[in-house]
Every structure is written in C-alpha cells, then in structure tokens.
T-cell receptor, first 114, second 111 residues
C-alpha cells in the first residue's frame, strides 16, 4: 500500500529565505508526482508535475526533484515571499484499472513572515 | 486549458437528507474525472473516478455514489447523509494519466 509522508508538517520562515519541503513515498512504482498548493478554503493549484522518468522540473522560483529509487521528492522555493504562504501537498500517481489515482501526503503548512 | 466548475460552493444539510454535487469541465474532451474528499485532519482521499460516460469506479465503500451522464459532467450523490460525510469535496480532471487539475471545491457540513 502506497504511503506518502511530508516533512515538516508546518514551517515558518522570514521573507527572503530559500526553503525545502520534503516528500517521501513507500512504493517506487509511480507514474508521476505532482506538487500542489492549497490556500485556506480553496481548491488545489498544480505547481509542478514530474514524470517518473524525470529527475527535476522548474517553474519560476520553484524547483522540484524526484529520486524514484529512494522514494523521495523535494520542493525548493527560492527567495520566499509572504504570498507563498499556503499548504503544499505532494501526490504520487499510481496506475490501475485505467485510472490514475493520486495518493496525497498530509501537506506542509508554510508561513512566510514579512 | 481546462476549467472545472463545482456547485454549490457551500452546503449545510441535515443528517438523513439527500445530496447532489455537480462538477462540469470546460476546455477538454473525454477527460478522466475524479471525486476527492478532504476531511479535517485526514488529508485528501479519492472517492470515485471515471474514464468515460457511464463508467464509474469506487474507491471507498460508503453511502455515496457517483454518475457521469455526459462526457464533461460528474455528479456525486447520496440518498441519506451521515455526519461523517462532512468535508471538502473536490472534483478533478486529467487527460489520461497526466497532470490532474482541481476545481474550487464544495464545503459540505452535515448537522
């Protein structure tokens, strides 16, 4: 059974810091991995998608890496801003019965202080 | 790019009442569609997914059901709500096994 763990559960940093969010998963047979952002009371915004054959993806100040063999992914946020405050969710995609099922971690709640 | 609509945005219902949540998708055809629930302190859980009209797969046995009457319409229903059905319901779509995109969600409170 796939299990996804995110560390830390919460993080508070001053504005301008670079930070790393961690995600680990127990079954390496994933199709892809997605990082999402969720603002309070809102839906999920997709940030980055890494296919299982890829090592990393970049979008602006965000960089996500994937080490499938060790079951780990990291999300690197450069020069953090107060607007980055949100919950960040990691999800791995497992394929079965024609569907792509996302298994989510519990999330990291990020607070960036001005 | 696709847009996902969900309604209602919020809903307060008494225990034992019926439920119907609707999700529609624009900007894509023949998507895979998903219903997830986010309960307080329990993370996101996949409830149902559909790879085509009339094709529904259930992940968790419960008193909820789903239907897909049209290619870009996905409905979550219940005949009698339980207190444990409270939560934030999210609809998502994807092209095959690719990136999943989520709607704005429906906040359901069962009293």
């Amino acid at each position: 059974k796939q299990e996804v763990t995110q560390i830390p559960a919460a993080l508070s940093v001053p504005e301008g810091e670079n930070l790393v969010l961690n995600c680990s998963f127990t079954d390496s047979a994933i199709y892809n991995l997605q990082w999402f952002r969720q603002d309070p009371g809102k839906g999920l915004t997709s940030l980055l998608l890494i296919q299982s054959s890829q090592r990393e993806q970049t979008s602006g100040r965000l960089n996500a890496s994937l080490d499938k063999s060790s079951g780990r992914s990291t999300l690197y946020i450069a020069a953090s801003q107060p607007g980055d405050s949100a919950t960040y969710l990691c999800a791995v995609c497992m394929i079965y019965n024609q569907g792509g099922k996302l298994i989510f971690g519990q999330g990291t709640e990020l607070s960036v202080k001005p | 790019s696709q847009t996902i609509h969900q309604w209602p945005a919020t809903l307060v219902q008494p225990v034992g009442s019926p439920l119907s949540l609707e999700c529609t998708v624009e900007g894509t055809s023949n998507p895979n569609l998903y219903w997830y629930r986010q309960a307080a302190g329990r993370g996101l859980q996949l409830l149902f997914y559909s790879v085509g009209i009339g094709q529904i797969s259930s992940e968790v046995p419960q008193n909820l059901s789903a239907s897909r009457p049209q290619d870009r319409q996905f409905i979550l229903s219940s005949k009698k709500l339980l207190l444990s059905d409270s939560g934030f319901y999210l609809c998502a779509c994807s092209g095959g096994y690719n990136e999943q995109f989520f709607g704005p969600g429906t906040r359901l409170t069962v009293l």
